[in-house]
Structure formats: C-alpha cells, structure tokens
C-alpha cells in the first residue's frame, strides 16, 4: 500500500513537472513568434513609408519566409535545418531562389531586417537544439578534432580523405 501510494505521488509530481514546462515552453515559443511578428512589421513599415513596393519580390520573399517561420517555431531544430539544406543542395530551384535573394536584395534596412531575422533565428535553432549542441560539442572533444573554420579547409579535408579512401580501395582490390 505504501508503494502505491509512493507512485502515485511521484506520479503526480512529474505531471505537475511536465505542465509546468509544458507552460514554460509555450512562454518561450511566443517570445520568438513575437520577434518574428516585430520583423514582419519594420518590413510593413518599409511598405507603409514607400521606402519598399508590397508587390516587390524582396517583400514578398522575406514575407512568406518569416511567416514559415512563425508557424514552425516549435519544430525548428538542427535536424530540420541540415533536412532544408539537403533539400537546398540537391535542388536546382531552392539554389536559384538563393542566388535571386543575393542580387535582388540592396536595400539597406531590408538587409537590416534580414540579419535580425537570422540573429533571432539562430538563437530559436539554439535554445530548440541544445541536446543536439551538446552531443556533437563533446563528440568534438573526444574525438580531439579542431573545428573547422573555412570552407576552403572544409573542401581540402573532404578531397584528402576521399583521396586515401581511393588509394586505400584500389590497393585492396584483389586481382581478377
């Protein structure tokens, strides 16, 4: 009987845990939706103050692309970053679209708003990952490697690699 009622009230005290965090989260989701909701309105401003046209691409573009954002705000997460960067990577449009932005985009509170958009975005993609973070930050450690800060040592290391993976194959062949 004691034991019954030992689990019944550790039962209850991780309900109580799960709804209090359950709360906490929702606070938190609504603070970034809100950070979101401020772009979206310094770039309706650039609209109202005829500094930028409602009908222009960059509108429109950055538009569709904080309101995405709005929406998955829960779910945004390393995971679903490296899935669009695949997705980005193996897609000829999603590269087009890229190279528009980067040519179509010159005005400077638009660009302005672009990286408070990227700044709140990274801080949502950390604050949703810090499991992920953690585990690749000390898989990092163990395996001793320094992380890589250009994408030109990046490209050597993958081209060395696969290089000795090469000459490793073609040595171990065995003859016909």
């Given at each position: 009987?004691?034991?019954?009622?030992?689990?019944?009230?550790?039962?209850?005290?991780?309900?109580i845990?799960?709804?209090?965090?359950?709360?906490?989260?929702?606070?938190?989701f609504?603070?970034?939706?809100?950070k979101?909701?401020?772009?979206?309105?310094d770039?309706?401003?650039?609209?109202?103050?005829?500094?930028?046209?409602?009908?222009?691409?960059?509108?429109?573009?950055?538009?569709?692309?904080?309101?995405?954002?709005?929406?998955?705000?829960?779910?945004?997460?390393?995971?679903?970053?490296?899935?669009?960067?695949?997705?980005y990577?193996?897609?000829?449009?999603?590269?087009?679209?890229?190279?528009?932005?980067?040519?179509?985009?010159?005005?400077?509170?638009?660009i302005?708003?672009?990286?408070?958009?990227?700044?709140?975005?990274?801080?949502?993609?950390?604050?949703?990952?810090?499991?992920?973070?953690?585990?690749?930050?000390?898989?990092?450690?163990?395996?001793?490697?320094?992380?890589?800060?250009?994408?030109?040592?990046?490209?050597?290391?993958?081209?060395?690699?696969?290089?000795?993976?090469?000459?490793?194959?073609?040595?171990?062949a065995?003859?016909?």
């Amino acid at each position: 009987m004691i034991f019954l009622m030992n689990l019944v009230i550790i039962l209850a005290v991780l309900y109580i845990v799960s709804v209090q965090i359950s709360k906490y989260n929702e606070i938190i989701f609504k603070k970034y939706r809100f950070k979101y909701f401020s772009l979206r309105d310094d770039l309706a401003m650039l609209v109202v103050s005829g500094k930028i046209k409602e009908e222009s691409w960059e509108y429109q573009q950055l538009i569709d692309t904080i309101n995405f954002h709005i929406q998955t705000i829960e779910s945004m997460s390393i995971n679903k970053i490296i899935a669009m960067l695949v997705e980005y990577h193996t897609s000829p449009e999603e590269e087009r679209k890229v190279r528009i932005i980067k040519k179509k985009i010159k005005h400077t509170e638009v660009i302005s708003i672009m990286a408070e958009f990227m700044d709140v975005t990274s801080q949502l993609l950390e604050r949703n990952s810090k499991m992920q973070i953690k585990f690749f930050s000390s898989f990092n450690k163990k395996a001793s490697t320094k992380p890589i800060t250009s994408h030109k040592v990046a490209l050597d290391k993958v081209n060395a690699r696969k290089h000795l993976l090469n000459r490793a194959l073609s040595s171990s062949a065995l003859p016909a």
